[in-house]
């Protein structure tokens, strides 16, 4: 079973970069969907981005392309999102989460079987 702990949120103005961390630990992240979910206050949760680890297939929601990029790294069993010109509508908890076996569509929340506690992401404007 795969732990997952997010790191990197904060406050940061309209414009701004920010680069958010999902670190693993239990097990790696081999053959793992890992995706990227926000919600923000009254609002569902919806899919902001995701990657295969195996083929480093990418997918993002049609809001956040060209702005954000979810990305890898193999020695520290970490996935990144990083964030940038950032909007006030991209404030929302930004939850990690990641799925085995991958399931599709990657979008879909309950595909994922486990997630991260969040974090908080808060964009001014």
């Known amino acids: 079973q795969v732990q997952l702990v997010e790191s990197g949120g904060g406050l940061v103005q309209a414009g701004d970069s920010l680069r958010l961390s999902c670190a693993a630990s239990?097990?790696?992240?081999?053959?793992?969907?890992v995706g990227w979910f926000r919600q923000a206050p009254g609002k569902e949760r919806e899919f902001v981005a995701g990657?295969?680890?195996?083929?480093?297939?990418?997918v993002y929601d049609d809001s956040v392309k060209g702005r954000f990029a979810i990305s890898r790294d193999d020695a520290k069993n970490t996935v990144y999102l990083q964030m940038n010109a950032m909007k006030p509508e991209d404030t929302a908890v930004y939850y990690c989460?990641?799925?085995?076996?991958?399931?599709?569509?990657?979008?879909?929340?309950?595909?994922?079987?486990?997630w991260g506690q969040g974090t908080q992401v808060t964009v001014s404007s």
């Open positions: 239990g097990r790696t992240f081999n053959n793992y969907a």
């Open positions: 990657i295969v680890w195996s083929s480093s297939s990418q």
């Open positions: 989460a990641a799925a085995y076996p991958v399931r599709v569509p990657r979008t879909r929340a309950s595909n994922y079987g486990y």
